[in-house]
């Protein structure tokens, strides 16, 4: 009996270095970049820390032998277009396959039309062949509200639902669903189908950018595509910013992509007019004042691409 005490005693004094485990993991690799793909979301990237902290000590538990259920892990991901969900999403499937909680660490978007069927018999093995290649990793349902239409008797997406919520209960050691939407929009859906509600762990709201983020935002992606403001094109977008925040379907860090690619057709324009001199690399990746201001944003406050409004 001495000896089963002693050996028992000798094995509580074992020990891990948990640091040598966090590196060996590469976690950090993945919030670096993390960091670097998003501007601020800081609640954001805590509570991703929070999760991978949590997966990290239980696979040294298991270590000791120290068993426990699988932690639930199903998000709910809500906010306004642009605010960073899908890349959250992508990053946190890269860092569960890292901490073997998934085998494979890919991830599967998708959203309502490859769920559910137009007939009947036609939504079950759409929605099993779904989670068929998701399985290993995350499943990401864009605007998952659109799921349930209970104004439609002949709607087949609730048989959706039950088949998801069946396989996040059974498969939740090999599979992670993360939902998405506008988040009045998530709040009614979970009303409406509580049993999707019990089965989700963790809920994350992204807030929309500021002005001085969204610039952030715009310089990271000027960078990535070998191009950069001048001083005075960078004050000209801090000033497009706020008036394209209060114009209609503004859809944070998309708009800002797509402001900036009408910066760089300008751009190329400007240039092509001056096509009787010599160009400098300067030149070519330099974002003037014009190329901003030229937007409709500024003289019109309206949308590029708006159709003109005609007299009457």
Same mark, same amino acid.
């Given at each position: 009996?001495?000896?089963?005490?002693?050996?028992?005693?000798?094995?509580?004094?074992?020990?891990?270095?948990?640091?040598?485990?966090?590196?060996?993991?590469?976690?950090?690799?993945?919030?670096?970049?993390?960091?670097?793909?998003?501007?601020?979301?800081?609640?954001?990237?805590?509570?991703? %820390?929070?999760?991978? !902290?949590?997966? #990290?000590?239980?696979?040294?538990?298991?270590?000791?032998? /120290?068993? &426990?259920? =699988?932690?639930?892990?199903?998000?709910?991901?809500?906010?306004?277009?642009?605010?960073?969900?899908?890349?959250?999403?992508?990053?946190?499937?890269?860092?569960?396959?890292?901490?073997?909680?998934?085998?494979?660490?890919?991830?599967?978007?998708?959203?309502?039309?490859?769920?559910?069927?137009?007939?009947?018999?036609?939504?079950?093995?759409?929605?099993?062949?779904?989670?068929?290649?998701?399985?290993?990793?995350?499943?990401?349902?864009?605007?998952?509200?659109?799921?349930?239409?209970?104004?439609?008797?002949?709607?087949?997406?609730?048989?959706?639902?039950?088949?998801?919520?069946?396989?996040?209960?059974?498969?939740?050691?090999?599979?992670?669903?993360?939902?998405?939407?506008?988040?009045?929009?998530?709040?009614?859906?979970?009303?409406?189908?509580?049993?999707? %509600?019990?089965?989700? !762990?963790?809920? #994350?709201?992204?807030?929309?950018?500021?002005?001085?983020? /969204?610039? &952030?935002? =715009?310089?990271?992606?000027?960078?990535?595509?070998?191009?950069?403001?001048?001083?005075?094109?960078?004050?000209?977008?801090?000033?497009?910013?706020?008036?394209?925040?209060?114009?209609?379907?503004?859809?944070?860090?998309?708009?800002?992509?797509?402001?900036?690619?009408?910066?760089?057709?300008?751009?190329?324009?400007?240039?092509?007019?001056?096509?009787?001199?010599?160009?400098?690399?300067?030149?070519?990746?330099?974002?003037?004042?014009?190329?901003?201001?030229?937007?409709?944003?500024?003289?019109?406050?309206?949308?590029?691409?708006?159709?003109?409004?005609?007299?009457?």
């Amino acid at each position: 009996m001495l000896d089963a005490i002693a050996k028992g005693t000798a094995a509580q004094d074992e020990s891990v270095d948990l640091q040598a485990e966090f590196e060996a993991s590469n976690i950090d690799e993945v919030m670096d970049k993390l960091d670097r793909e998003l501007v601020g979301l800081k609640p954001i990237k805590t509570r991703i %820390r929070e999760i991978a !902290a949590l997966l #990290l000590v239980d696979r040294l538990r298991r270590k000791f032998g /120290l068993t &426990s259920g =699988a932690p639930t892990l199903h998000m709910n991901f809500t906010g306004n277009p642009g605010t960073g969900k899908t890349t959250v999403a992508l990053r946190m499937a890269e860092i569960l396959h890292r901490l073997g909680y998934v085998r494979e660490g890919h991830m599967v978007a998708v959203t309502r039309d490859d769920l559910v069927g137009q007939y009947v018999g036609h939504t079950a093995p759409k929605t099993r062949e779904v989670i068929k290649r998701a399985m290993g990793g995350v499943l990401f349902i864009d605007e998952a509200y659109y799921l349930y239409k209970p104004e439609n008797e002949r709607d087949y997406g609730q048989e959706s639902i039950e088949i998801l919520l069946q396989c996040m209960e059974n498969n939740r050691d090999d599979l992670v669903v993360i939902l998405a939407g506008y988040k009045n929009k998530m709040d009614r859906f979970f009303d409406s189908n509580p049993g999707m %509600r019990s089965r989700i !762990a963790h809920h #994350l709201d992204f807030p929309d950018y500021g002005v001085s983020e /969204l610039k &952030s935002i =715009a310089e990271i992606m000027l960078a990535e595509q070998n191009y950069r403001l001048s001083e005075a094109a960078a004050k000209a977008l801090e000033e497009y910013l706020p008036i394209r925040m209060r114009l209609p379907h503004f859809s944070n860090a998309r708009s800002v992509r797509n402001g900036l690619d009408r910066a760089r057709l300008r751009q190329a324009n400007r240039l092509f007019a001056s096509r009787d001199r010599a160009l400098t690399k300067t030149d070519l990746i330099t974002i003037e004042e014009s190329d901003i201001r030229g937007s409709r944003v500024f003289a019109e406050g309206k949308l590029e691409g708006e159709p003109e409004t005609k007299a009457r």
